[in-house]
């Protein structure tokens, strides 16, 4: 009874399991079904709305098996615990029934979930190849169009065909004209009342409140904005929002209301969509370029331009705009139509060459604006002529295609160069915009710095230095965006960057160890919590804690320092932890690391570690007055790699560690601090000893920093050469009083020696003259000698 009840209570979460992995299958068989939907749906000529759609299909199916494979994973992770505390069985000896009914399960239960991983992961797999596949026939379709060749206006054959399409052509064009406006005329009485509302708005929106809404926008960033750079790109970025959104709530709010009145008929549909796309890209262009521009206002410009150069590309932007309105709108009424190819072909060849002339002028304004201003200026950017000449070509080679019948050529060649003018344009707002408000919210001096300093004791400079690094940071994304975006016509760019950097959210795969941006922020987060946790309790350790000790100076920075050394290691173990390396991994990790060192930085190993022993035992602690060789001074900070020590002259002697610990240094404020006077005279040997030794006592009595004890001693050295030579000691609170108590007592001794006539004195010295040799033949000199 007892092996059925545990064999009933090991089945239930079997059962659940079976159930678990039922769904993962079929969501593993739903996303294969999607896959070879979509392959069976990919063909070369698909449009880029359709290639689009399988796109994202089939990132849905790739998503929803890699969730599976996730899901099933941690399922096979607790199936391999369960077998862990299964044991393994002993040979020879027979297992209970339950227990071996249960390994079975898990045995069974674990294959298949493996097999299911697997095929899960194949799926990923395909569901990645065949969207390589989809952006390499969108890169296979733009060459298709480029090199395709139709019938060349300047050729008798396209006017043939096109004398014999216009009948045709003006029918549909009347068709659909004759459609639209008895959908107009029919409904108009039901939406009068509302379109004129709406056109009142569209009025209200074009002029007085859109300068409203810009001179109020410039007078709050004045008011509340920093004086900064971030006044003039904050109001940039205003002045697009303001001048792209009122024309597109204007067309917009019409559309609707006319689609709501019946006005609009559905083949006009398609035309309405392309009169609000117009809209919003020919304002949104016409605005961009006023905001870099700013042709009145020269103190708010954002461009590096001259008043002249941004008046004449002001004009020129707006009639880039007007024309890709037209274009768009005209787009859309010839696919509407069902236009002929030779209409087609002919309203292509015209928009072109109106895009490529209105190029061609631009060019020329510049050329002719930056030939006036050369006789001015010596500075010449070789950058905007390379551009100058890029541009040139692209406007020859658009012309040579037209005449050469490359109309396709000639499409994707215009889209391309506005493609670039949009992006390039919008990445250096952006770029701009990005930059002012990091820098200037992440700075010493703005309210966001100060409440740092104040509230986290950081460095002034640490703030402008992560504003620095933050505007890089942001830059480089918006950068890499816009690369993105310039190859979006080619079937790649953002969704390929999305696609990219969905692999990377779910981790990189290094040998057994996954990083993923989860765990990556994990531990940056653990990071940041711990350095702010060692230094808050280092703080508090040296401003709260060891104050109240009876340590000295020196102990309390050797236990600081160990401390934050101490901290740092546990914060930087804590976050490689967090990144799921474990702690064997760690250890090797740290093996690898000191054999590197051992090799590598052996010097600089040896003075960290000749650091940590000088804050443990102190032989040599702050506040010390040591010599090393011929320099002597006070021992300012321990590092750990050197030593700063402050000689007598005020400069800074930086010993590296290891010199204090393998060699010798003398160490006057080690153990006993207090300093000794030592003074040597000699005196002619006829004077009174005693008298002249009562008088050094007398002087070391009389001067009020020798100590009394120990007592000052008076010897006589030796008697040489007819003088007695005196050798005397006195001792003084510190070894740093010595040199001045030394002065002030040889001071007196000198004055009461010459009041009393006593000669004092050195050694006498011999002194001995040796001739030069003498010549062949003559006799050698005697010596001189002088004493």
Request: glycine residues 8%; aromatic residues 6%; positive net charge.
């Amino acid at each position: 009874m007892l092996g059925l009840f545990c064999i009933g209570l090991s089945s239930a979460p079997l059962q659940a399991q079976e159930a678990s992995e039922a769904r993962y299958l079929a969501l593993i068989q739903t996303a294969v079904n999607d896959l070879r939907a979509v392959e069976a749906a990919h063909t070369p000529d698909l449009s880029e709305e359709e290639r689009t759609q399988l796109r994202q299909r089939l990132n849905t199916a790739r998503s929803s098996a890699q969730d599976a494979v996730a899901a099933m994973q941690k399922e096979l992770d607790l199936l391999v615990e369960r077998e862990a505390q299964l044991g393994t069985p002993t040979e020879g000896e027979a297992e209970a029934p339950d227990i071996l009914a249960q390994r079975r399960a898990l045995a069974r239960d674990r294959a298949l979930l493996d097999s299911a991983i697997k095929r899960g992961r194949l799926v990923v797999v395909e569901a990645e190849q065949l969207s390589d596949r989809l952006r390499a026939s969108r890169a296979e379709q733009i060459s298709s169009q480029a090199s395709e060749r139709v019938t060349s206006l300047v050729s008798p054959q396209f006017w043939r065909a096109f004398s014999g399409q216009i009948n045709g052509d003006m029918r549909r064009i009347s068709r659909l004209a004759e459609v639209g406006g008895e959908a107009f005329k029919g409904n108009w009485r039901q939406g009068a009342g509302w379109l004129s509302g709406c056109l009142l708005l569209t009025i209200a929106l074009a002029w007085p409140v859109r300068k409203g809404l810009k001179s109020a926008g410039q007078k709050v960033l004045i008011r509340v904005a920093p004086p900064t750079r971030i006044r003039r790109s904050l109001y940039a970025v205003w002045r697009v929002c303001v001048e792209t959104v009122l024309p597109l709530i204007s067309i917009g709010v019409i559309v609707h209301v006319m689609r709501l009145s019946g006005m609009i008929h559905v083949r006009w549909e398609p035309i309405m969509l392309a009169l609000i796309a117009g809209v919003l890209i020919s304002s949104f262009i016409i605005s961009l370029s006023g905001a870099l521009l700013m042709r009145n206002q020269a103190s708010w410009r954002l461009l590096p331009v001259s008043d002249e150069l941004a008046s004449a590309l002001r004009r020129w932007t707006w009639a880039l705009g007007g024309l890709i309105f037209v274009m768009t709108l005209l787009q859309a009424v010839l696919t509407a139509m069902s236009a002929s190819l030779p209409l087609r072909t002919l309203m292509d060849v015209l928009m072109v060459a109106a895009l490529m002339s209105l190029f061609a002028a631009v060019l020329l304004s510049l050329t002719r604006i930056r030939a006036a201003s050369a006789p001015t200026t010596d500075k010449r950017s070789p950058g905007i002529g390379a551009v100058s000449i890029g541009a040139w070509l692209i406007v020859v080679a658009g012309f040579l295609a037209i005449l050469l019948g490359y109309v396709g050529f000639s499409l994707i060649l215009m889209r391309l160069l506005l493609w670039a003018i949009i992006v390039v344009s919008t990445l250096y707002l952006l770029w701009v915009v990005a930059d002012d408000i990091l820098t200037t919210v992440f700075c010493a001096t703005s309210r966001t710095g100060q409440g740092m300093v104040s509230l986290f004791g950081v460095r002034p400079t640490l703030i402008d230095q992560v504003g620095v690094v933050l505007s890089g940071v942001v830059r480089l994304s918006l950068l890499l965006l816009a690369v993105a975006a310039l190859l979006f016509p080619f079937g790649t760019g953002i969704s390929s960057i999305f696609d990219q950097l969905a692999r990377l959210a779910r981790g990189i795969t290094i040998g057994e160890m996954t990083l993923s941006p989860g765990a990556l922020a994990r531990a940056l987060i653990v990071l940041t919590a711990g350095i702010v946790a060692v230094r808050m309790f280092q703080s508090w350790l040296d401003q709260r804690y060891l104050p109240k000790t009876e340590l000295d100076t020196g102990a309390r920075n050797s236990i600081s320092l160990i401390t934050r050394y101490a901290g740092f290691l546990i914060v930087g173990l804590w976050a490689m932890a967090s990144l799921g390396i474990g702690v064997e991994r760690i250890a090797l990790l740290l093996s690898a690391l000191s054999v590197g060192i051992g090799f590598g930085l052996q010097a600089i190993t040896q003075n960290f570690v000749s650091g940590l022993i000088l804050l443990a035992e102190r032989p040599v602690k702050i506040g010390d007055l040591v010599r090393i060789g011929n320099d002597e001074g006070d021992v300012r900070r321990i590092n750990v790699r050197s030593t700063e020590i402050v000689l007598g002259d005020h400069s800074t002697l930086i010993v590296p560690n290891s010199e204090l610990i393998t060699k010798s240094v003398l160490n006057k404020t080690h153990l006993n601090p207090l300093g000794r006077i030592q003074i040597e005279f000699s005196v002619p040997i006829g004077v009174n000893v005693a008298e002249v030794r009562d008088i050094v006592l007398s002087v070391f009595a009389d001067e009020a920093q020798v100590l009394e004890t120990p007592e000052p001693v008076v010897f006589i050295d030796r008697i040489a050469d007819g003088r007695v030579m005196f050798n005397s000691f006195g001792h003084v609170a510190h070894p740093r009083n010595a040199y001045g108590a030394r002065s002030a007592v040889l001071l007196d001794l000198l004055q009461r020696f010459h009041a009393n006539n006593i000669e004092i004195g050195t050694v006498p010295q011999k002194m001995e003259l040796l001739p030069v040799a003498p010549a062949s033949g003559a006799s050698p000199e005697a010596p001189l000698t002088q004493t």
